[in-house]
């Protein structure tokens, strides 16, 4: 049975402050806790029912979500060797 005076993460925790001082940066081994929720697009206006501006609007919209695309497809694709440069 697990010890009643000890937290759920504890061991995972008290693994941490043992490894800190090592630490090289984020293991990436192990999966994320959770989904993360892409950064949200903002704009200079609050959004109205009448707006006139909607075709703007839409086009930050697209023009954020091609850039998400892009770095995902960036991560998957691997770097391809660069050939030597030839000097002129």
């Not at 490894?19 to 949200?40: K, S």
């Not at 075709?55 to 391809?80: F, G, H, M, N, Y």
Request: aromatic share 12%; net charge positive; charged share 35%.
């Amino acid at each position: 049975m697990a010890d009643p005076n000890k937290g759920l993460y504890d061991h995972q925790y008290g693994r941490f402050v043992a490894d800190r001082d090592r630490a090289e940066g984020y293991d990436f081994q192990h999966q994320t806790a959770g989904n993360v929720p892409p950064p949200p697009v903002t704009f200079a206006q609050k959004l109205r029912w009448w707006t006139w501006d909607r075709w703007k609007r839409r086009k930050l919209l697209r023009e954020a979500r091609d850039r998400r695309v892009q770095d995902i497809v960036r991560l998957r694709t691997p770097p391809s060797p660069q050939s030597p440069q030839k000097k002129i």
